[in-house]
Nanobody, 117 residues
Framework: QVNLVESGGGLVQPGGSLRLSCVASGSVFSINFMAWYRQASGKQRELVARISSGENTSYADSVKGRFAISGDNAKKTVYLQMNSLKPEDTAAYYC???????????WGKGTLVSVSS
C-alpha cells in the first residue's frame, strides 16, 4: 500500500512564497512518477508540475518561471516550491503517484493554499 501526505499549505499574500511537501510511504516510490495537481473551488483539477523520466520536469504554462518541482528519493518526498504567488493560485494542491505498470494511481488528501491580501 502507498500513502501520500501533503503539507505546507497556508494563507499567503500575493507575491509571497510557499513550499509544499509530499511524503510517500510504502514499497513503491520514484520521483519519475510524481506530480502536483491543484483544484480550485468550482474548477477542474489541473496538472501543475510533473517529474518525468530522467528527472525532467514540466509545468503548466500558468506557473512556469514561478514554481519548481523537485524530489528526494532518500526522504521519499517531493516538493513544490511556489514563488510569486498570485490569487489565481488559490486551490487545494494534491500530489499524485501514477505508475500504470504497477496499477498505481495514488492521491494525497491535499493541502490548501490561499493567496489573498
Amino acid at each position: 500500500q502507498v500513502n501520500l501526505v501533503e503539507s505546507g499549505g497556508g494563507l499567503v499574500q500575493p507575491g509571497g512564497s510557499l513550499r509544499l511537501s509530499c511524503v510517500a510511504s510504502g514499497s513503491v516510490f520514484s520521483i519519475n512518477f510524481m506530480a502536483w495537481y491543484r483544484q480550485a473551488s468550482g474548477k477542474q483539477r489541473e496538472l501543475v508540475a510533473r517529474i518525468s523520466s530522467g528527472e525532467n520536469t514540466s509545468y503548466a504554462d500558468s506557473v512556469k518561471g514561478r514554481f519548481a518541482i523537485s524530489g528526494d528519493n532518500a526522504k521519499k518526498t517531493v516538493y513544490l516550491q511556489m514563488n510569486s504567488l498570485k490569487p489565481e493560485d488559490t486551490a487545494a494542491y494534491y500530489c499524485n503517484l501514477y505508475v500504470p505498470a504497477y496499477g498505481l494511481d495514488v492521491w494525497g488528501k491535499g493541502t490548501l493554499v490561499s493567496v489573498s491580501s
